[in-house]
């Protein structure tokens, strides 16, 4: 049954006692990502609360845009209601979590989270770097250029409209530089070895960036959702970095 945290944060809890584990779901999933993972650590007496992110499942978008670092202080009272003694971030969640490593000192074990920008991504099509920089110079309406990324666009830009597309747009746009080399919670970095959307050479990078050591575990065989779909190798994990 889901719970309410802090002002209108809609989340779900397994076990009433033990350790406490805080889930945060990646982009366009909700809480039920942490069923198989909370599920394992349940029959070795481990809690897990799992939220649904400011606009996705049960809880309310935010009022006003921002990225990942914009949620980490939104839900910073959230986080310190449920105490958690380690925190798990998939993805968009990761994103928050390696926000909350530079002022928490709890374990935290991030998961396909774009930590860093790929190198050698891909260049947005010409047509659409023209119509952005005519957007700027105010040549062009803003719908066309809203128009333009709906052509160019992921299928998440396409799936998100309002606050939730622009908060979608300031977090790609985030860089976590900054908030690795200042990480104060001893983090480790589990990683889907066939992760497509966020590849390990990503984790290989931020941990080279990190004031102390960073361990990075692989998951053979599994992709970007890695916590759905291998939820009891991360279990294993947890209660080891819980030990």
């Known amino acids: 049954m889901l719970q309410v945290f802090g002002d209108g944060v809609f989340g779900d809890s397994w076990g009433t006692s033990g350790p406490t584990v805080l889930y945060l779901h990646g982009w366009r999933r909700d809480h039920h990502d942490a069923t198989s993972l909370a599920d394992a650590l349940v029959t070795y007496g ?7 992110l400011p606009g996705f499942g049960a809880s309310p978008a935010p009022d006003t845009a921002g990225g990942a670092r914009r949620y980490a202080q939104l839900l910073t009272a959230v986080r310190d209601e449920i105490s ?9 969640g990761g994103r928050i979590a390696a926000c909350w490593a530079t002022e928490v000192q709890v374990p935290i074990i991030l998961t396909g989270a774009p930590l860093l920008h790929r190198q050698g991504r891909a260049t947005s099509p010409l047509a659409y770097r023209l119509i952005r920089r005519a957007a700027r110079a105010r040549l062009i309406s803003p719908a066309r250029l809203d128009a333009a990324r709906r052509k160019y666009g992921s299928a998440d830009y396409n799936a998100a409209s309002g606050i939730m597309r622009d908060i979608l747009v300031a977090t790609i746009a985030e860089s976590y530089e900054d908030e690795i080399s200042r990480w104060l919670a001893p983090v480790t970095l589990w990683w889907g070895g066939d992760d497509h959307d966020v590849p390990l050479e990503v984790a290989t990078r931020a941990a080279g960036l990190a004031p102390h050591d960073v361990r990075l575990v692989t998951c053979a065989n599994a992709g970007h959702l890695a916590p759905v779909t291998h939820g009891s190798e991360l279990a294993t994990l ?6």
């Open 238 to 243: 947890v209660r080891e970095v819980l030990a």
């Open 84 to 92: 958690p003694d380690l925190i798990v971030g998939h993805s968009f």
């Open 46 to 52: 481990i809690r897990t609360v799992a939220l649904d």
